[in-house]
Every structure is written in structure tokens, then in C-alpha cells.
């Protein structure tokens, strides 16, 4: 019988591989890959079939370098170990971009597209009743994730004002008219796309005309079309859960960015949802769900560079495989950190009640995720390392050394 697949363990092995580079000692490291605190709550919903109990939790993992930060996701599939994994890896995206924020994240174990609004609505209110004693902008931030949006970061503010007062901080990934910042919504996907611009020029290969596959065409893999598209790539294919289209000739992206669904878009090739995958392209960006790339379709991977925009999308014995290969992985805590690194402007124009141009807020994102890709890189050579494994060594370094300079270890 297969043994099932941690999610959380496998973090935990990479910062146990980074922290044997560094020569931490055992117990720092065990107290570095443990989580703080973990919630779990239940939330009754009443629905036209009946009374629903669902599960919601909240994992806060680290607050070593600042408050817990972290989305909310909405998905059938959400347990205890994914949310402990996506935590952890928060804590470590945060450390390598370099902001003030620890590792948090939160989920409801629940069919996003079968609720209503007014059941979505329900869902975050409760959620943040039961817990809004460890959120707060000094605390835990929440922000949108998988099947949640902004409107429902707006519920979730509302709810938590009703019980702490005004605290527009308190929550990111809000409306831009109640407290959003300009730019927020597209940052996870323009940082995608600006770090596969960046990993191409440091291998002095050319970004205009360099093929990108992208699976995924949610709020990540939409706005990395868009901004690849901008920067000069040719993306030669696209996917959503509802469909895929392909056009080798490069698939005009202003024209179907504001399509719904892949399914819907005309005049391109239909192709198996599996198949963008496989697409022959420079650079391939997996933006959908996790552990999508695994031993069993490792093979068929035929692109030069993957960028991650998705967390965990690709499994522990795939990434060896790639490497093996010579195929160069951009670890997810690097390549879709532009969502946090997004949070932070909108949180510190939230203290500050001062709000970013637009025009600001990607000029300070392009440069922030730049330096980031410039530091993984310089740590992946100090240590001769794959620049996973430098990402990790890079933010476990940064974390054990708060954690200690704090008096945390006696």
C-alpha cells in the first residue's frame, strides 16, 4: 500500500536539508519547523439541504520575524497537514523576500463553486468570530486564496471591526474602495512572471519570444499571461479545470484576459487538460493546485525552466528527476511570493492611511521580487545548491537567526 504523501513533511525535510547546511543544531531546528499555534473550529452552515457542519482552521507558524501572515482558502480538499505545510511555507516566503512577517494560513474544508453568496458570506463571518482573538494587523493577517476573493477579505474585515473596531490592516487582498491598494490583485502573478523574465537574463537567454506554457488561468496563472505577455513572451498555452487551448504561433492574451473560463475561449485548439503540461516551451508555469508535476508524468515535461506559481505543485521525487535532467525549478516560495510581498505594501499603506500610485507599487514590486531572485542566485552558487535548496538555506538562516537574536532559545 502507497504510503500517503505529506505535504507538511515535505517542507519540514527541506528546511531539516537547509539547516544541515548551515550547521544549526538539532533543536533549534526542531523548534524552527514546528508550528506556533494551530485552530481548528466548526462552522455550522445552513443550507437548502439541511444543517452543515464544515471544519475551518487557522495554523500559525512562526512569529520569529514579525506577525503571522496568510491566506484563507475555500476548498473541498483542505485539511490539517496541507494548511500546516502552506503555513511553513509562508513563514519561509517571507523570510526570503525579506518583509516583517511570520507564516500563517487558513482554510474551510468546503465545495467553493457550490455556495452561495450569502453561504460564503456565513462562512468568513463565523470563521472570524471563532478566531478573531489571534488575528489582528500586529498578530495574524489574513489575505485571499484559493475559492476566496476580495469581497470575501471585505466580509472578514467587516466582522472583525464589528468585535476589535477599525483596523483596516487587520485583513489583505481587500477592495480597493474599502482599503485596498491598486496593484494587490495582479502582484502574485506579475511577480510570477517577473521572476521567469529574471531567471531567462540570468542565463543570458532572450525573453521576447521565449515560449511559456501556464497551467492554471485563476488569478495567479491569469495575470502572469498578462504580464509575460507584456514583458514579450509568447505563451503558447494556457489551462484552466474547464478546459485548455494551444496556438504555437503564441496566444493573443489582451484578447482573452477577461474571459471567465478557458472552456469559453474560441478560435484557439482544444487540447487535454494534461497536455499543457507537456508542452515543448522555455518556460513552464504550473499556477493551478499542488503536486501536479510527479513521478508519473515527470517524463513528458519538456521546457528548459519551471516557475512555480503554485504551492508545492511539484512532489519531492519529481524535483529530483528534473534536476537530473538539467531542468532548471524556481521554487514556489521564491517565484509566487509577489502575493505577499503585495500584502505588505497594502498592509503598510494601512498603518500609514497613506495610499501607493499604481504605477509605485509595481515599480517597488519589480524591484523587490528582482533582488530576491538576485539573492537565491548568489546563495545557490555560495553553496554550489539548486536554487530550491538556496531558498531555503537563504530564509531558514534569516528565521534561526530572529529566532535566536529574540531570546527564543535558552
Given amino acids: ?91 519561509w516566503k517571507t523570510a526570503l523576500i525579506d518583509v516583517p512577517f511570520g507564516g500563517a494560513k487558513g482554510g474551510v474544508a468546503v465545495d467553493a463553486k457550490s455556495l ?50 477599525f483596523q483596516p490592516a487587520c485583513v489583505t487582498g481587500k477592495p480597493i474602495e474599502l482599503f485596498g491598494a491598486p496593484g494587490r490583485e495582479e502582484s502574485t502573478g506579475r511577480g510570477v512572471a517577473m521572476i521567469a523574465a529574471a531567471t531567462l537574463e540570468k542565463r543570458n537567454e532572450k525573453v521576447k519570444g521565449a515560449r511559456v506554457a501556464i497551467q492554471g488561468f485563476g488569478n495567479v496563472g491569469r495575470f502572469a499571461a498578462l504580464v509575460c505577455h507584456q514583458l514579450g513572451f509568447k505563451v503558447v498555452a494556457i489551462s484552466d479545470i474547464t478546459g485548455a487551448i494551444v496556438d504555437r504561433k503564441g496566444i493573443d492574451i489582451d484578447e482573452i484576459i477577461n474571459y471567465r473560463n478557458v472552456s469559453e475561449i474560441p478560435l484557439y485548439e482544444n487540447i487535454p487538460l494534461h497536455e499543457v503540461l507537456e508542452q515543448r516551451c522555455e518556460v513552464l508555469i504550473p499556477a493551478a493546485l499542488g503536486g501536479v508535476i510527479t513521478s508519473d508524468n515527470v517524463e513528458k515535461i519538456n521546457c528548459e525552466y519551471i516557475v512555480e506559481g503554485a504551492n ?51 515599480k517597488e514590486l519589480d524591484a523587490r521580487m528582482s533582488r530576491a531572485f538576485a539573492d537565491t542566485f548568489k546563495e545557490s552558487q555560495k553553496h554550489n545548491v539548486d536554487l530550491r535548496t538556496a531558498a531555503f ?18
Fill in 1 to 91: 500500500m502507497t504510503k500517503e504523501r505529506s505535504a507538511f513533511a515535505e517542507v519540514n525535510e527541506k528546511v531539516r536539508q537547509a539547516s544541515e547546511i548551515l550547521g544549526l543544531k538539532p533543536g533549534l531546528v526542531q523548534a524552527l519547523q514546528q508550528c506556533e499555534r494551530e485552530v481548528v473550529v466548526s462552522i455550522p452552515l445552513r443550507r437548502q439541504t439541511g444543517l452543515e457542519v464544515l471544519t475551518g482552521y487557522r495554523v500559525q507558524h512562526s512569529s520569529a520575524r514579525g506577525p503571522r501572515k496568510g491566506g484563507i482558502r475555500f476548498h473541498h480538499e483542505v485539511n490539517l497537514d496541507e494548511v500546516r505545510a502552506l503555513a511553513s511555507l509562508m513563514t
Fill in 116 to 165: 452561495s453568496d450569502i453561504e460564503r458570506e456565513e462562512i468568513i463571518r463565523r470563521w472570524t468570530r471563532s478566531i478573531h482573538h489571534v488575528l489582528g494587523h500586529q498578530r495574524d493577517i489574513p489575505a485571499p486564496d484559493m475559492g476566496t476573493d476580495s469581497r470575501t477579505m471585505a466580509w472578514l474585515m467587516d466582522e472583525f471591526h464589528r468585535l476589535e473596531g
Fill in 312 to 362: 508545492q505543485p511539484t512532489t519531492t521525487e519529481a524535483d529530483v528527476e528534473l534536476r537530473t535532467r538539467g531542468i532548471t525549478v524556481v521554487p514556489d516560495i521564491l517565484a509566487n511570493s509577489g502575493g505577499v510581498m503585495g500584502s505588505y505594501f497594502e498592509w503598510t499603506q494601512n498603518i500609514q492611511q497613506y495610499s501607493w500610485p499604481i504605477e509605485k507599487f509595481r
Fill in 393 to 410: 538555506v537563504l530564509a531558514v538562516q534569516r528565521v534561526a537567526s530572529a529566532f535566536s537574536l529574540r531570546g527564543d532559545l535558552v
